[in-house]
């Protein structure tokens, strides 16, 4: 491996092997940013890269209107930022208690389920120009807001293309390793900071999962060895 030396501080991706876990070998990393926390950059890894590759893909910036479907959840909240960071119009759903985060993110936060068409029609008369499904819930009425189905990309409902959208998954490691060094510039520039929910010990990851299963957790939650 080049580029770094022993006792850098990195962070990065480990999809076969994982990183829950006291070493861990990585497929895709950068250099940490001194701006983010060792906690901040473990729980950057995945949801930059998600958030970078899927904002890319519908072309977002700084002339768009976007709508993210589940905002303030850990792939959301790397997403709100960058968008908002890139000069976006960023709509994200959320539950009402997540509502004053987006706000603070500078999002404009609006309730995920029935009536959503409505609820964003009232927030951009002009309409969106892309939508990113975060949840996975809502695919069918996303679509139907969206200015054509394939301006939707979905990161959780695997059923996108059979509605004209896309479904999105990480790359190579190839891919990735540039798309996590923009993600530490963004950071060192202040421009994305991420969330950490909550900090636990590795015997506490039983604790953890229920938590994520629940599926309301704001920001990442981060395993601390
Ligand atoms: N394909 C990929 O590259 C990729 C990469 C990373 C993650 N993922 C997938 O992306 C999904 C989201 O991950 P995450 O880490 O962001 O999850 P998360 O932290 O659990 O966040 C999920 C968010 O969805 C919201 N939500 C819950 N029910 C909803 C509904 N019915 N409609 C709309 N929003 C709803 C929640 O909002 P409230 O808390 O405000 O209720 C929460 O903020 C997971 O399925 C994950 O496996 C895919």
New binding site residues.
Partial sequence: MTGVAVGDQVFGLSPVTGTMAEYAVLSSWSPKPDAWTVEQAAAAG??AE?AI??LDQLGVGADSTLLI????????DAVVQIAVGRGATVIG???E??HEYLRSLGVIPTT??PGLADRVRALAPAGVDAVFD?????LPDLVKIAPSADAVVS??DTTAPEHGAR????GTPDEITPTLVKAAALGAAGTYVPHVAATYRLDQVAEVHAR?EA??????IVIKI
């Fill in positions: 995945v949801v998600t590759r899927v479907d589940g905002a303030a959840g850990g792939v959301g759903t959320a539950s208690a997540n995920y389920g975060v949840a996975g819930a809502n990161i959780a479904f999105s998954m990480s994520i599926g309301h957790a704001r920001g990442k």
